[in-house]
T-cell receptor, first 114, second 117 residues
Framework: AQTVTQSQPEMSVQEAETVTLSCTYDTSESDYYLFWYKQPPSRQMILVIRQEAYKQQNATENRFSVNFQKAAKSFSLKISDSQLGDAAMYFCAYFTSGTYKYIFGTGTRLKVLA | GAVVSQHPSRVICKSGTSVKIECRSLDFQATTMFWYRQFPKQSLMLMATSNEGSKATYEQGVEKDKFLINHASLTLSTLTVTSAHPEDSSFYIC?????????????FGPGTRLTVL
């Protein structure tokens, strides 16, 4: 069965600094998608970044980038130049067309210190 | 990005009554919508997958007679919590899937907080 693990329940970063959130997953599929979603206090889930497993190049969206290591089944999120608005819960998610379901990790709460 | 609305955002009801929550994709058609439940400080728990024009697929442990899901059109899915009880109080989130082999992404509604007295 596919699983997604986020081993860091909580992280803190100083404003303007860089932080990396970890995510590992387990699957026997070769074709899948990985996502990072942000859930601020409003609880609206916001897509941060997505990665197709068949792409070797790491996805980047402005200050957000991923380090996708397919062989190691690792998908970490790097946030550069952290801003106060980045404070939120971050969920790593996995999707495969084999099940058409999204599987979420348990989340990492990110605190940004002024 | 794609926009998904959810209504109502908050609802308080008495025990034994039924509550309907609507999920709409505003600027795209969604053949598949998902319903999640989220307990405080926890992750999202998938309740069911809703496909337009067919019966929903429920996850193990989710009572289909209690949580009625209807996906009547490509832009609307509804979740009805029947005979609600205090233990059904939770945060319910819907999402709509934008498919396609290279673009598969899920967009979420803002959620509905249900409080059953």
């Amino acid at each position: 069965a596919q699983t997604v693990t986020q081993s860091q329940p909580e992280m803190s970063v100083q404003e303007a600094e860089t932080v990396t959130l970890s995510c590992t997953y387990d699957t026997s599929e070769s074709d899948y998608y990985l996502f990072w979603y942000k859930q601020p206090p409003s609880r609206q889930m916001i897509l941060v970044i997505r990665q197709e497993a068949y792409k070797q190049q790491n996805a980047t969206e402005n200050r957000f980038s991923v380090n996708f290591q397919k062989a190691a089944k690792s998908f970490s999120l790097k946030i550069s130049d952290s801003q106060l608005g980045d404070a939120a819960m971050y969920f790593c998610a996995y999707f495969t067309s084999g099940t058409y379901k999204y599987i979420f990790g348990t989340g990492t709460r990110l605190k940004v210190l002024a | 990005g794609a926009v998904v609305s959810q209504h109502p955002s908050r609802v308080i009801c008495k025990s034994g009554t039924s509550v309907k929550i609507e999920c709409r994709s505003l600027d795209f058609q969604a053949t598949t919508m998902f319903w999640y439940r989220q307990f405080p400080k926890q992750s999202l728990m998938l309740m069911a997958t809703s496909n337009e024009g067919s019966k929903a697929t429920y996850e193990q442990g989710v009572e289909k007679d209690k949580f009625l899901i209807n996906h009547a059109s490509l832009t609307l899915s509804t979740l009805t919590v029947t005979s609600a009880h205090p233990e059904d109080s939770s945060f319910y989130i819907c999402s709509a899937r934008v498919g396609g082999s290279s673009t598969d992404t899920q967009y979420f509604g803002p959620g509905t907080r249900l409080t059953v007295l």
